[in-house]
């Protein structure tokens, strides 16, 4: 995905300015930025869910708006900070709707789909809840059938809004592993490129390999991790003085008091 000179703005506020951002598979990017920073809104703009103000992003050398909407659903996914269930579909069916790009000639699923979709379900530890009305599942537990939904769809370029939201501690350090898994070079299978908003720096620094911080005046910085996750250009972003701490092998960000 090659993004070239993008601008976004909300109204009159300009959010991002002239962004020039390259993602490639094998990469984990991590967006950092304060509350109406643009996070969201870039998200939904590489989705294809928003217009382009001025500015081009390539999928594959092609441009966003020219790809077919089924071929598309195939080569990128979205999961989006929040949802509202309407209708009351099971969390087998709700994971099993993504695999609708992949159904040329039929039209309903077929034993691959489901087979996908129940492993889907149970790599996020709920193949238990797959009968289950998805409004009767808690807010971890809806979390999770929609990551299901996103691993099903299987798209290499995976677009995540707050991921870890709503999930126990132990379920945020899966879910973040397997991100990280997904992204390996090594395994030819995987090799997705995943781009994530997070407002948890430790979390998003164990496992990102870059990082995009959005400063909310349109002005912005991208990276290596390495080279992005220092104090001062973190405490810019956030508004707020952070430090950077070395505790054995592990790096921590602390807010100051």
């Not at 709700?94 to 379900?121: F, G, K």
């Not at 995943?194 to 620094?205: G, I």
């Not at 992005?228 to 972003?237: G, K």
Request: glycine share 8%; charged share 20%; net charge negative.
């Amino acid at each position: 995905m090659d993004i070239r000179a993008l601008n976004l703005s909300v109204g009159k506020r300009v959010l991002v300015r002239e962004l020039n951002w390259h993602i490639q598979p094998g990469e984990c990017w991590c967006i950092i930025g304060r509350n109406g920073a643009g996070k969201s809104t870039l998200l939904r703009t590489l989705a294809g869910l928003r217009p382009i103000e001025s500015g081009q992003i390539y999928l594959r050398d092609k441009l966003l708006q020219d790809w077919p909407l089924t071929g598309l659903a195939r080569e990128r996914s979205f999961l989006p900070q929040g949802r509202v269930d309407v209708f009351g579909y099971s969390a087998l069916d709700t994971v099993l709707s993504t695999r609708h790009p992949y159904q040329d000639a039929h039209y309903w699923e077929n034993s691959d789909d489901l087979e996908i979709a129940m492993a889907a379900l149970r790599e996020m530890d709920v193949a238990d809840l797959a009968e289950r009305d998805v409004r009767s599942l808690s807010g971890g537990e809806r979390q999770r059938v929609a990551i299901a939904a996103l691993l099903a769809q299987d798209a290499k370029w995976m677009l995540l809004d707050e991921p870890a939201n709503a999930l126990d501690l132990g379920h945020q350090v899966s879910v973040m592993q397997l991100f990280a898994r997904l992204c390996s070079k090594e395994d030819a299978q995987h090799n997705k490129a995943v781009v994530m908003v997070s407002h948890d720096l430790n979390m998003a620094y164990r496992i990102a390999t870059h990082a995009l911080l959005l400063m909310g005046d349109g002005n912005w910085q991208a990276g290596p991790a390495d080279e992005i996750f220092n104090a001062s250009q973190l405490s810019i972003c956030l508004g707020h003085p952070i430090e950077r701490f070395t505790h054995g092998e592990q790096t921590l960000f602390f807010p100051q008091n």
